[in-house]
């Protein structure tokens, strides 16, 4: 059983072996996805020739080509002008062969994002083809961290914290999240996010603040050890990696603490705040109790 499988796998892997040496066939193809207008992203294009030769590689863009690599004529690389593409000449990055062809784009702006296709052909009689595509969208990413507002540094237990977070502008926005000790707040701690939109260069940027309110209150956000960490997250759903993200943390004053110091403030502050401090009412109550009891005394020995 074990030897007719291995001898049907050999079989596979000798055909397949076959097979790569006479097709010409692109084996990789490398356009990034999401690109920053300030990038110079690099695009290749991989191939295997299999038995015939490199005529030409041309890249597209939405169907106009403005890039061709043709080793067997002299220039080998010319460029034609398509909107929004334009290839550095002279780039390290910039590498084409019998193997691969790779092309560094600058200058970009709106009219880049599109589809990108790397067209490879063989050398006459046939002139076969092999093409791959991929589709680049140029954005404008966040340079900065969002930015935390309306902090103070220390809370103490059930007091109300306001606080904004707002990210840098960019294209597609950004959605932002809050996180207590790195737990997403339930969504009742928000208020509806803001937005502001700015044109520019074609771009729709854009930027927003989300409020983020809540008492400290241990019930509902666990045994508080002294501090807390609030996590602002700015993240573009279409590009993952650029997430940004901003940390401050606030202190409040450990529970025992803050019990002595109530304490403190209590015998401090006993002659002058009697309506105030709720001890005070329960020994009045005491006090209307013992009453209560001597008058049943009394009456109870007249009796
Ligand atoms: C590229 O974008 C076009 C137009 O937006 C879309 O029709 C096509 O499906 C996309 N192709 C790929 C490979 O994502
Ligand atoms: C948060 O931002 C909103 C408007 O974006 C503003 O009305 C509010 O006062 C800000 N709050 C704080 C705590 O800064």
Redesign the pocket.
Known sequence: MYHQRKAILSLIFTLQYFRIIRTLQLTEIVVPDVVDVRDTPTLSCSYDMGTHTLNSVKWYKDESEFFRYSPMLEPNVRTFPVDGVSVVRDSPEHYCNRFMCSIQLQRLNIKSSGTYRCEVSGDAPEFKLAHGVYNMTVAVLPQYDPII??LQHNYALGDFV???CSSDMSSPPARLYWFINDRIVPSDYLQPQ?ETTIESDGFILRYR?L?LRFHIDEARLGKIKGKLMLKCLARIDAFPQGTRETTQVVYIPMTDELRNQKLINWRNGAQSLHHRSHPHSKQHLKYVALLILSLLAIISLSL
Request: charged share 10%; no cysteine; hydrophobic share 25%.
């Open positions: 507002n309306g306001v606080a904004n803001q603040t409020e």
